[in-house]
């Protein structure tokens, strides 16, 4: 069992429970280890951002505290690609959430509806286009931020349920991601992120495909709740180890303290 999860939102940022909540839901099912990962701010996109990291520092040395002995939390940030930067956190989880096109940024994972809108306004409806643009943008991520973990990687696929939008398995859209792919550091940290599986609108992100891609490309992978709330914490790591098992991953990585450490499956 992976006892620790790094990608986790509270009512500071865009999640509903609060900080303690989480710790002692961590608590409860064993982790050793809970990361907290606030959203950087983006200017241009105030909703989801965290609000006051004062006061989210000041909480965070209470609970680190209270809880000593229990758990270990660690200061981290989901950074997204067009956001701040903020230094000196423990670690960093980089993310690309939105498409920028002439200087608009449009969300990929805000709702299926506003994603279609977007891809018919500035794409002509090429889905294929949109992710080729997405991709492009996992670059840059790769080449500018460099973090220390890869935000779910295919978010582009957030609402292709089905491959009601596009086919993942077309060469077009493949060559886009995999150029990605090949984009990132060796030994790059991606995550397999749970979020939309908790939601129940889909699976883990990476695809079967992508995760194979990766690790050709010597990536590790590290589960990942991206929680924003206290149900999601750990929710099917279980099952996730044995997806990677069939795919041929032997390991993953898990933060352990505030040390990265390597776990057979
Ligand atoms: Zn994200
Ligand atoms: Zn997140």
Not at 10 to 16: E, I, L, M, V
Not at 123 to 151: C, H, K, N, S, W
Not at 157 to 175: A, H, I, K, V
């Amino acid at each position: 069992m992976i006892n620790s999860n790094v990608h986790t939102h509270t009512d500071f940022c865009d999640g509903s429970c609060s900080m303690e909540d989480m710790v002692k839901a961590a608590v409860g099912r064993g982790m050793d280890t809970l990361g907290f990962s606030f959203h950087s701010f983006t200017p241009f996109d105030a909703s989801y951002c965290i609000r006051d990291r004062s006061a989210y520092l000041s909480e965070l040395e209470r609970l680190r505290r209270k809880y000593e002995g229990e758990i270990c939390l660690l200061d981290g940030v989901e950074l997204d690609l067009y956001g701040q930067r903020p230094s000196g956190c423990d670690f960093s989880i980089g993310s690309v959430h939105y498409l920028k096109e002439g200087g608009e940024y449009y969300p990929v994972d805000l709702s299926e509806e506003s994603f279609r809108t977007a891809v018919r306004e500035v794409y002509g409806g090429d889905f294929y286009a949109a992710a080729e643009r997405y991709y492009e943008e996992v670059a840059e991520l790769a080449a500018d931020i460099v973090p220390d973990i890869y935000g779910h990687f295919d978010l582009i696929t957030r609402f292709n349920r089905g491959g009601r939008l596009f086919d993942e398995n077309s060469p077009r859209y493949m060559r886009a991601a995999l150029a990605a792919a090949d984009s990132l550091p060796r030994g790059a940290v991606a995550e397999v992120n749970l979020g939309r599986l908790f939601k129940g609108e889909g699976g883990a992100y990476p695809s079967d495909e992508l995760i194979k891609a990766l690790a050709a490309r010597g990536c590790r992978f590290m589960l990942s709740s991206d929680a924003h709330c206290t149900a999601a914490l750990g929710f099917a790591f279980a099952e996730e180890c044995a997806r990677l098992k069939t795919l041929g991953i032997k390991s993953v990585v898990r933060y352990k303290g505030g040390t990265l450490c390597e776990e057979g499956l």
